[in-house]
């Protein structure tokens, strides 16, 4: 003879089971790549890179610091540039940062690095948190796709 409560308790298994999956779906799961400054050749310089997110929700970038100065986040529309207070990166996405698109602007830079150096920023998230990121300074008109 069956149980009559089996088949309640065995949907009740399932949903607590499906809840607990280990896909991060509920989360952002940020990493970060392609990060780089060109030379700069003033007190001022670009920063570029890749922010991906393989979990199942949004994120913000809501600000970014580093010791070499102040750095602001910049958001490129059609042909117009504004400094933005966050951008958003998706949940299964990314947020990229290029140049003539987004970018970071590294204002008043205490020293000018020089090719060859390395530039430690702090990207500061919503909901994650802070990913300390290594940006390799490459020649003033370094190109991503060409490598040169």
Do not use: W
Not at 14 to 40: D, N
Not at 55 to 62: H, I, R
Not at 70 to 85: D, L
Request: charged share 20%.
């Amino acid at each position: 003879m069956r149980h009559p409560l089996a088949p309640v308790a065995l949907l009740a298994g399932a949903l607590v089971l499906a809840g607990c999956g280990g896909s991060g779906g509920s989360k952002a799961r940020l990493s970060v790549s392609s990060a780089y400054m060109p030379q700069p050749v003033s007190e001022m310089a670009a920063g570029f890179l890749d922010i991906a997110n393989k979990g199942g929700a949004k994120d913000e970038l809501t600000s970014v610091t580093s010791d070499m100065g102040p750095v602001s986040v910049h958001e490129t529309v059609g042909q117009s540039m504004e400094e933005v207070t966050s951008l958003d990166v998706p949940a299964h996405g990314r947020l990229v940062f290029k140049s003539g698109g987004n970018h970071l602007m590294f204002d008043k830079l205490k020293r000018r690095p020089k090719q060859g150096e390395t530039v430690t920023v702090k990207l500061h998230f919503a909901k994650s948190g802070a990913i300390t990121v290594e940006m390799p300074v490459k020649s003033a008109t370094y190109n991503p796709a060409t490598g040169h």
